[in-house]
C-alpha cells in the first residue's frame, strides 16, 4: 500500500469528515495556491523538516506560507541549537515520504516519536485546512475544527504552539 493510500485508509477509519482532490503534482506553495479548490477559506501550510547542528533533534514545523521562515527566531523559540533543514534522506526513513510530499499526516509514520510537531499560531484559523496526504498528487481539506479536535490528536505527537 502506497503512503498515500494509507494516509487515506486511517482517515476514513477514524471517520473524519474530508475533501479529497487528486491533481497535477505540486511541488511549491505557489503551485499549491494555484490549485481551483484554494479559496479564501482554505489555509494551505508551509511544513519544514528541521534538525539541530548534532541531528539529535527534529522538528516538523507548521507555518503560513507567506512567512518568512528565519531560523534564529524559530531556534530560539523551540529553545534549540541553531535549526536548520533536515537532510533529505530523513524523508523516506522517518516519514515514508519524498520531498515535497511532507506534511504533518506523516507522523502516522513517526512510531519512534523522532519529532517534534510544531505549529506556527497563525495556522489556526477559521475554515478550511489542506495538507498533501504525504504525497504531492493530491491534497486532503480539513474543517479547521475536524483538523485540531480529531486529526492532531491521533497523530500521536503532542503539538508545540510558537
Known amino acids: 500500500m502506497s503512503t498515500k493510500d494509507a494516509i487515506m485508509a486511517r482517515i476514513r477509519a477514524l471517520s473524519i469528515l474530508h475533501e479529497y482532490h487528486e491533481h497535477a503534482p505540486a511541488y511549491t506553495m505557489e503551485d499549491c495556491l494555484a490549485l481551483p479548490y484554494a479559496a479564501a477559506d482554505v489555509t494551505f501550510c508551509k511544513n519544514l523538516l528541521l534538525c539541530n547542528t548534532a541531528k539529535t533533534a527534529f522538528y516538523l514545523y507548521v507555518t503560513l506560507p507567506d512567512k518568512p521562515f528565519r531560523t534564529s527566531e524559530v531556534s530560539k ?12 534522506e530523513c524523508l523516506p526513513r522517518m516519514l515514508h515520504l519524498e520531498s515535497g510530499s511532507l506534511s504533518p499526516l506523516g507522523l502516522w509514520f513517526d512510531e519512534a516519536q523522532k519529532i517534534q510537531l510544531v505549529f506556527d499560531k497563525g495556522v489556526r484559523k477559521e475554515g478550511r485546512i489542506a495538507f498533501h496526504p504525504c504525497d504531492n498528487t493530491a491534497t486532503v481539506l480539513f474543517r479547521q475544527e475536524d483538523f485540531w479536535n480529531k486529526v492532531v490528536p491521533q497523530l500521536g505527537h503532542e503539538p508545540k504552539w510558537i
Not at 77 to 86: I, V, Y
Open 77 to 88: 523559540l523551540l529553545n534549540s541549537s541553531r535549526l536548520s533543514f533536515a537532510p533529505a
